[in-house]
């Protein structure tokens, strides 16, 4: 064992980070870099999983060094990634086959009509909660197999290539290409895990075409994966525990372990996620049922509301508006204002998740007088991210039959307190800010000492600390006001109404 040190990696849409974090849960030191975001026609997102990794190699290599530990001083890897985006890669080179297609990637969408013609929607949902959408990762395999090099599903029957989410690859990678493995969380979203059975299943597996000798093998969330490759990144071998998609990890993260708590992680899309215990419960109107986590082989479940476009919005006002130079500046120029004045943006660049799930919605800036200025946008944007995450939470209090008192949140963009402020006035609940924005990596830094032995759940639940609660304060009819804008926004840009 080690110093009671737990090295944590966040492998996100935009960037990775590397965090140290001792045994009462502090994060000593942490190092993150981006990676390029590849648009290489409209609706299609990669990324190059290569330098990904080199990344990933420096940002854990450098974090020790700031902290000057060695590897014999950490106890335990974490890993928690962006969940749907998947690599396909050569076994025997180690190299992947095409860049790794994202989970805001559209170019699927064909592929999902097609078995949807088939009547296959209603097999897929049941046997593994989601929706056959392009969000998730199956058809980006089938596409990958049957539209990039020209022997690639010959040398995937033959045993020659893997696939997996980025905490396969990643696992893959660092232990030298001894481990190919995910977890349970991961995999319930790749619509390839039987989510009652919690096994890979043939019938899905014949649906896309995809020769099961590709897939991981499944874990636990709190299992020991394998080490890392002595000399890769670190000196000496480190355990790899505390394996969690970023959505679930957010969710352990935030200490919702008991069924109705409910968090919604504020990133470059966004997820709300409902703790529903250990029994599956299948739901509709655009909810997705996934796995919460699994520990020593017991399976929590949760019902999640699927944001795709979020922090995102920011992000575009910034590289390809250049309205704003950097994100601090956003909350001064939305409270210069003192109302939206009409405007509304439906960011819609990915088409829209829940409640709607149309992957042809386009994204458009409505409302818009002689008189809009640039704080209008910069507000419609931020507001848009409340917007979806209100029709999240409506949706999910409906399906559910669960009445949600308290939203606990997680995220860089929570730091914006006038997001947060009118988030709680359109739920008109409160909104319970941790002092850690980024609970993903936490939470897996949590999972991952729960593994190895530096806590237990009691332990879990005294390290979570709040940074500020924020309480409802707008009049409702206010409050009606704004959101039937809202709707209305949306239903012009719906792909039924263009």
Same mark, same amino acid.
């Given at each position: 064992?080690?110093?009671?040190?737990?090295?944590?990696?966040?492998? /996100?849409?935009?960037?990775?980070?590397?965090?140290?974090?001792?045994?009462?849960?502090?994060?000593?030191?942490?190092?993150?870099?981006?990676?390029?975001?590849?648009?290489?026609?409209?609706?299609?997102?990669?990324?190059?999983?290569? @330098?990904?990794?080199?990344?990933?190699?420096?940002?854990?290599?450098? %974090?020790?060094?700031?902290?000057?530990?060695?590897?014999?001083?950490?106890?335990?890897?974490?890993?928690?990634?962006?969940? @749907?985006? $998947? %690599?396909?890669?050569?076994?025997?080179?180690?190299?992947?086959?095409?860049?790794?297609i994202v989970w805001q990637c559209r170019r699927t969408s064909e592929i999902c009509l097609q078995l949807k013609d088939q009547g296959l929607e209603n097999t897929v949902k049941d046997l593994t909660g989601l929706l056959l959408d392009p969000y998730f990762s199956a058809t980006k395999v089938?596409?990958?197999?049957?539209?990039?090099?020209?022997?690639?599903?010959?040398?995937?029957?033959?045993?020659?290539?893997?696939?997996?989410?980025?905490?396969?690859?990643?696992i893959w990678k660092l232990t030298g290409g001894k481990v190919h493995a995910t977890d349970y969380t991961n995999a319930s979203r790749t619509l390839l895990c039987n989510i009652k059975s919690l096994e890979w299943d043939d019938a899905l597996l014949k649906i896309f075409n995809i020769p099961?000798?590709?897939?991981?093998?499944?874990?636990?969330?709190?299992?020991?994966?394998?080490?890392?490759?002595?000399?890769?990144?670190?000196?000496?071998?480190?355990?790899?525990?505390?394996?969690?998609?970023?959505?679930?990890?957010?969710?352990?993260?935030?200490?919702?372990?008991?069924?109705g708590m409910v968090k919604a992680t504020y990133g470059t899309g966004s997820s709300v996620m409902m703790n529903i215990g250990s029994a599956y419960k299948p739901v509709g109107n655009g909810l997705v049922t996934s796995i919460a986590w699994v520990i020593d082989g017991k399976a929590e479940?949760?019902?999640?509301?699927?944001?795709?476009?979020?922090?995102?919005? *920011?992000?575009?006002?910034?590289?390809?508006?250049?309205?704003?130079?950097?994100?601090?500046?956003?909350?001064?120029?939305?409270?210069?204002?003192?109302?939206?004045?009409?405007?509304?943006? $439906?960011?819609?660049?990915?088409?829209?998740?829940?409640?709607?799930?149309?992957?042809?919605?386009?994204?458009?800036?409505?409302?818009?007088?002689?008189?809009?200025?640039? @704080?209008?946008?910069?507000?419609?944007?931020?507001?848009?991210?409340?917007?979806?995450?209100?029709?999240?939470?409506?949706?999910?209090? /409906?399906?559910?039959?669960?009445?949600?008192?308290?939203?606990?949140?997680?995220?860089?963009?929570?730091?914006?307190?006038? *997001?947060?402020?009118?988030?709680?006035?359109?739920?008109?609940?409160?909104?319970?800010?941790?002092?850690?924005?980024?609970?993903?990596?936490?939470?897996?830094?949590?999972?991952?000492?729960?593994? %190895?032995?530096?806590?237990?759940?009691?332990?879990?639940?005294?390290?979570?600390?709040?940074?500020?609660?924020?309480?409802? /304060?707008?009049?409702?009819?206010?409050?009606?006001?704004?959101?039937?804008?809202?709707? @209305?926004?949306?239903?012009?840009?719906?792909?039924?109404?263009?």
């Amino acid at each position: 064992m080690g110093d009671g040190y737990i090295l944590a990696l966040d492998q /996100s849409t935009s960037a990775s980070k590397a965090m140290l974090v001792n045994r009462d849960g502090v994060i000593v030191t942490q190092t993150a870099l981006e990676h390029k975001q590849y648009y290489p026609k409209p609706g299609w997102v990669e990324h190059d999983a290569m @330098e990904i990794y080199e990344n990933v190699k420096y940002i854990l290599s450098d %974090v020790l060094k700031k902290a000057n530990l060695e590897s014999a001083n950490i106890d335990v890897l974490a890993i928690t990634n962006q969940r @749907e985006t $998947v %690599v396909v890669w050569d076994k025997d080179t180690g190299v992947p086959i095409y860049h790794a297609i994202v989970w805001q990637c559209r170019r699927t969408s064909e592929i999902c009509l097609q078995l949807k013609d088939q009547g296959l929607e209603n097999t897929v949902k049941d046997l593994t909660g989601l929706l056959l959408d392009p969000y998730f990762s199956a058809t980006k395999v089938k596409w990958i197999l049957e539209n990039t090099v020209p022997d690639a599903m010959e040398k995937a029957q033959a045993g020659k290539l893997l696939m997996g989410t980025m905490d396969s690859w990643l696992i893959w990678k660092l232990t030298g290409g001894k481990v190919h493995a995910t977890d349970y969380t991961n995999a319930s979203r790749t619509l390839l895990c039987n989510i009652k059975s919690l096994e890979w299943d043939d019938a899905l597996l014949k649906i896309f075409n995809i020769p099961k000798t590709m897939l991981a093998d499944i874990k636990s969330s709190n299992a020991t994966f394998g080490y890392t490759k002595a000399g890769e990144v670190f000196a000496s071998p480190i355990p790899i525990a505390g394996v969690m998609g970023d959505s679930q990890a957010a969710l352990f993260g935030q200490n919702c372990f008991e069924s109705g708590m409910v968090k919604a992680t504020y990133g470059t899309g966004s997820s709300v996620m409902m703790n529903i215990g250990s029994a599956y419960k299948p739901v509709g109107n655009g909810l997705v049922t996934s796995i919460a986590w699994v520990i020593d082989g017991k399976a929590e479940y949760v019902l999640e509301g699927i944001v795709h476009c979020s922090g995102d919005s *920011l992000k575009w006002l910034k590289d390809n508006l250049e309205l704003i130079h950097d994100f601090t500046c956003i909350q001064g120029l939305a409270e210069s204002i003192e109302s939206n004045e009409g405007v509304y943006m $439906v960011p819609a660049f990915v088409g829209l998740g829940i409640p709607h799930w149309d992957a042809d919605a386009k994204a458009a800036i409505l409302g818009m007088s002689r008189g809009t200025s640039k @704080e209008h946008i910069v507000r419609a944007a931020l507001e848009s991210i409340v917007y979806q995450i209100k029709d999240a939470i409506d949706t999910m209090q /409906s399906e559910s039959e669960i009445r949600i008192k308290e939203l606990r949140v997680d995220g860089g963009p929570t730091e914006n307190s006038f *997001l947060m402020q009118f988030q709680a006035d359109m739920l008109n609940i409160k909104v319970t800010r941790a002092k850690v924005a980024e609970l993903s990596v936490m939470g897996a830094a949590y999972m991952a000492g729960l593994g %190895v032995g530096i806590w237990n759940m009691m332990d879990l639940s005294k390290l979570r600390q709040i940074e500020q609660v924020y309480i409802p /304060s707008m009049e409702d009819a206010v409050r009606t006001q704004y959101y039937q804008g809202w709707e @209305e926004a949306v239903a012009r840009v719906l792909s039924k109404s263009l």
